[in-house]
């Protein structure tokens, strides 16, 4: 029995874990990912430094970087190291970096 019990703790937590992580993924449909890449194409802005930041899926821009709006998009987006990178503007974590 106690197994049993240790077993099923242990698949739990893993489970928790599996979908802690795949809570945090956001997944961009193709057809909006078109028109953000479209978009930012069409509106370039000048490339800024980010010391300290690596540019990582859920790194967290400071402050003050100023990100810019994506009509019908609820993610912004900057240029940082000549890359686009697009940012969830309620926690500031990059979701997707452009090359």
């Not at 890449?37 to 402050?63: C, H, T």
């Amino acid at each position: 029995m106690k197994m049993h019990l240790m077993g099923a703790a242990a698949a739990l937590l893993l489970l928790a874990g599996v979908g802690a992580v795949a809570a945090q993924d956001v997944v961009i449909q193709p057809e909006q990912d078109t028109v953000i890449r479209e978009y930012v194409k069409k509106q370039p802005l000048a490339s800024v430094k980010v010391p300290g930041v690596e540019l990582n899926i859920g790194s967290a821009l400071p402050d003050t970087v100023e990100l810019h709006e994506i009509p019908d998009v609820k993610y912004r987006y900057v240029v940082v190291d000549n890359r686009t990178v697009l940012v969830d503007p309620g926690t500031r974590k990059i979701i997707k970096v452009y090359d």
